[in-house]
């Protein structure tokens, strides 16, 4: 489903990312995890279109992304649920997921999907008519997950969604992320800073290290590897 190849990412010509090449198919989770800096979110920027690469290629089943502005990214199946979740604070939460079904234009399609979010995030629906400002960061969260899903994607990314929550949030965050991988059937690519709950709950794992990938190999094989072990379990 998504293919990436030999890619590298710089800042200022200070290089983020270096040659890095994974991949991702189709009703996978795969997590990706690595330290602060080590260019986690970098990577889900440049597949999502907000930062242009140096070097190397980006596939979507089978159409080429480099190049291509977000938007379109978004019209060929790819949401990115970002960092810090970006939400229009002053509007609200019906007006928020509104934003992310753009790509449906059918009104009955808009309908049926938020009937589906409010089914996923029954707090949303109690909340839709409330600022999205005004929430608290677990129901933040959801929201911004939500707007992702109202695109409808075939691949859904999402960049550090447990950060700032309670330990009990971070537990239904991620729980219904395996849920609509499971359940639905969703392709999803993780970035998380729980490094055990998110390599328990995926299928495959990399880990960045320094803009680069310093290991890769199935989810439960990495929480057994001493690299996983000692740099990130404190075991």
Known sequence: MLVVNKLSVSYDEAPALRDISLQVEEGELVSII???GAGKSTLLKAIAGLLQPDEGSIQFHGEALVGRP???????????TPEGRRLFSRMSVYEN???GATP???PAVRQALLEEIFTLFPRLQERQKQKAGTLSGGEQQMLAI?????????????????????????DHILETLQRLNQERGMTILLVEQNV?????IAHRGYVLQS???VAED???ALLRSDLVRRAYLGI
């Open 146 to 170: 939500g707007r992702s899903l109202m695109s409808q994607p075939r691949l859904l990314m999402l960049d550090e969604p447990s950060l700032g929550l309670m330990p009990l949030l971070v």
């Open 211 to 213: 803009g680069r990938i």
């Open 70 to 80: 977000p938007y379109e990214i978004v019209r060929l199946g790819l949401a990115l």
């Open 218 to 220: 199935e989810a439960q």
């Open 34 to 36: 690595g330290a602060n």
């Open 104 to 106: 449906n234009k059918d």
């Open 196 to 200: 055990r709950e998110a390599l328990e």
């Open 97 to 99: 997921l509104l934003v």
